[in-house]
């Protein structure tokens, strides 16, 4: 069974502070990594995708990855309100069909206090 | 640029009944998922079309039916719906295979189903 775990929280961090959201996978194989935000009632939307290990950056979200570890985090700085949110883990993996396809995480629930 | 579309966004249906789910995506992307979410589960892959005139099971494809109408159109069916397939459906599409890097997937606005 292919799996991506993921703490459900809340995480609660106060406005300005650093979140950091972390995701395992169970999948050695998997090669593409994302983060998504969903906030409550709407659609997942992407924030970051990562393929390499080490950390990608973009704006206040970085991303990080360790295949050995199996392990994918994302780190928001200067943490606001608007960014309180359901942030999905997703992993790509292999049905066994004609390619390969994302399982989620359920989800980290944030929320930022003013 | 409207990106990914479903319809209808809310339905109710009686369990027994039989509905379709529609799904049309005008980023002229080759592949397209039917994704369900639920509370305490995440979202699972129903089904998946790689390319036009494919598809493939997902992770939870059981009393589902799916069409790839055309490269633009994905559409969802349950032949008798159960209690049990009450959902939030999303559909979702990618230019190419989540495999190759610089490719990802975008949702639609959902679907809100409730089988009673």
């Known amino acids: 069974q292919k799996e991506v775990e993921q703490n459900s929280g809340p995480l609660s961090v106060p406005e300005g502070a650093i979140a950091s959201l972390n995701c395992t996978y169970s999948?050695?194989?998997?090669?593409?990594f994302f983060w998504y935000r969903q906030y409550s009632g709407k659609s997942p939307e992407l924030i970051m995708f990562?393929?390499?290990?080490g950390d990608k950056e973009d704006g206040r979200f970085t991303a990080q990855l360790n295949k050995a570890s199996q392990y994918v985090s994302l780190l928001i700085r200067d943490s606001q309100p608007s960014d309180s949110a359901t942030y999905l883990c997703a992993v790509s993996v292999n049905y066994g069909g004609s390619q390969g396809n994302l399982i989620f995480g359920k989800g980290t629930k944030l929320s930022v206090k003013p | 640029n409207a990106g990914v579309t479903q319809t209808p966004k809310f339905q109710v249906l009686k369990t027994g009944q039989s509905m379709t789910l529609q799904c049309a995506q005008d980023?002229?992307?080759?592949?397209m998922y039917w994704y369900r979410q639920d509370p305490g589960m995440g979202l699972r892959l129903i089904y998946y079309?790689?390319?036009?005139?494919?598809?493939d099971k997902g992770e939870v494809p059981n009393g589902y039916n799916v069409s790839r109408l055309n490269k633009r159109e994905f559409s969802l069916r349950l032949e008798s719906a159960a209690p049990s397939q009450t959902s939030v459906y999303f559909c979702?599409?990618?230019?190419?295979?989540?495999?190759?890097?610089?490719?990802?997937?975008?949702f639609g606005e959902g679907s809100w189903l409730t089988v009673v």
């Open positions: 990562i393929y390499s290990n």
């Open positions: 999948d050695r194989g998997s090669q593409s």
């Open positions: 079309s790689a390319s036009e005139g494919t598809t």
């Open positions: 980023m002229n992307h080759n592949s």
């Open positions: 979702a599409s990618s230019e190419f295979s989540v495999w190759d890097y610089g490719n990802t997937i975008y």
